[in-house]
Structure formats: structure tokens, C-alpha cells
T-cell receptor, first 115, second 115 residues
Framework: DGGITQSPKYLFRKEGQNVTLSCEQN?????MYWYRQDPGQGLRLIYY???????QKGDIAEGYSVSREKKESFPLTVTSAQKNPTAFYLC??????????????FGQGTRLTVV | AQKITQTQPGMFVQEKEAVTLDCTYD???????LFWYKQPSSGEMIFLIY??????QNATEGRYSLNFQKARKSANLVISASQLGDSAMYFC????????????FGSGTKLNVKP
């Protein structure tokens, strides 16, 4: 079955540590996204990538970094510079077909807690 | 200005009744698409329905319909015959033709269906 796999589902991090969230898709989609969701709030875009080896900052990129070395993979690193990293992180992807009605497909999310 | 506004943080509806979730949007692009997603407590994002800016008719998908009023820039989701399983967060989202690979999300509405 095609889909997006995020791992781990739950992640605990000590203050001052970097941590990497994994996102893998086998949908052959070109574009991939990372969103952050805080309790009771909407999704805010962290980074997105339209093609391998290229990515753009979203609205809240500070304290985060990404790479896109393979089409299938778009890992997100939460660095120690991120002041308040505790949140729910969602990875998504879309095909680069140009069809306006193509929805974004989402992974199951990773819940990051700083302890 | 916010691209997507959802003004109802929480809503209650009696089982089997209909409910309308509000969404207004802001864009100057000539072409855009509007999406609704459901997020159960498990965290996954489930795509529900799509409306294109040039679509003449309101979109419908089973018990979901979209009340699209282009002049007012609103795209309200109507859920008919509510079920207990409809209890979830609901997000309105938009993509624009000139910024095709960015999805803008609203802050969401938490719907509670009462038995």
C-alpha cells in the first residue's frame, strides 16, 4: 500500500539536543512538506520541497533544518535553537501534476516532547 | 492577513442533525482550490472534500457538502446526519495557482457530536 510513514510516533528530547524526525513516502510524489501543530491550533508550515536537493522555508523555519537527498525521504531536524519544540509534527506530500484538486497526503504524525 | 479563517474553535451538534463549519479565505489569485480535512484524536489528517474556484456547483461527497460563496470568499462545510464518529477537528485549507505548492490551513474547529 502506498503512503507516508513517519517515525517515531512519540519522541522525547532533552533540552539542548538536536533530534531528527523521519518521513518516507512511496507515492512517487515530488513535493513534500513539514507542518507543526500545537494543541488546539492549526497547521503551520515549517519547510517544503518541490524537488530533490531543493527546499524552501515556510512560515516558521527558525530552529529547524531539512534535507531532500532522495525523492522518497524528507527528514526534519529540530535543533537546539528551536525555543519551544514540543508539538505534533506532520509530514505531507503531493504530486507535481499541476492539478489544483490534488489533495495533500499526510503521515500519521510524530509527537515530540522536550523533557 | 490570514489566508484561511475559521472562527468557530468548538461546536456541538446533536447526533443525526446537520452542522455547518465556517471557513473564509483571502486570495487575489484568479484560480485556487479549497479543501476540508478531518483530524480525529489519533492525529491523522483525512481528506474530505474539494472545491475549485471555477466550479459552478457546490461539491458534495456523501454526507459532506461544501457551501461555496465565491463573492463572500466563504467555503463552509456542511455535515448532514451527524454521527458520533464525526467528532474530530476539522480544518479548511487552500492552495493558490501562483503559489501552487503551498497549502494554507485554518486554525480548525473541534466538533463534538452528542448522543
Amino acid at each position: 500500500d502506498g503512503g507516508i510513514t513517519q517515525s517515531p510516533k512519540y519522541l522525547f528530547r532533552k533540552e539542548g539536543q538536536n533530534v531528527t524526525l523521519s518521513c518516507e513516502q512511496n507515492l512517487n510524489h515530488d513535493a513534500m512538506y513539514w507542518y507543526r501543530q500545537d494543541p488546539g491550533q492549526g497547521l503551520r508550515l515549517i519547510y517544503y520541497s518541490q524537488i530533490v536537493n531543493d527546499f524552501q522555508k515556510g512560515d516558521i523555519a527558525e530552529g529547524y533544518s531539512v534535507s531532500r537527498e532522495k525523492k522518497e525521504s524528507f527528514p526534519l531536524t529540530v535543533t537546539s535553537a528551536q525555543k519551544n519544540p514540543t508539538a505534533f509534527y506532520l509530514c505531507a506530500s503531493t504530486p507535481q501534476t499541476g492539478a489544483m484538486n490534488t489533495e495533500a497526503f499526510f503521515g500519521q504524525g510524530t509527537r515530540l516532547t522536550v523533557v | 492577513a490570514q489566508k484561511i479563517t475559521q472562527t468557530q474553535p468548538g461546536m456541538f451538534v446533536q447526533e443525526k442533525e446537520a452542522v455547518t463549519l465556517d471557513c473564509t479565505y483571502d486570495t487575489s489569485d484568479p484560480s485556487y482550490g479549497l479543501f476540508w480535512y478531518k483530524q480525529p484524536s489519533s492525529g491523522e489528517m483525512i481528506f474530505l472534500i474539494y472545491q475549485g474556484s471555477y466550479d459552478q456547483q457546490n461539491a458534495t461527497e456523501g454526507r459532506y457538502s461544501l457551501n461555496f460563496q465565491k463573492a463572500r470568499k466563504s467555503a463552509n462545510l456542511v455535515i448532514s446526519a451527524s454521527q458520533l464518529g464525526d467528532s474530530a477537528m476539522y480544518f479548511c485549507a487552500m492552495r493558490e495557482i501562483y503559489n501552487f505548492n503551498k497549502f494554507y490551513f485554518g486554525s480548525g474547529t473541534k466538533l463534538n457530536v452528542k448522543p
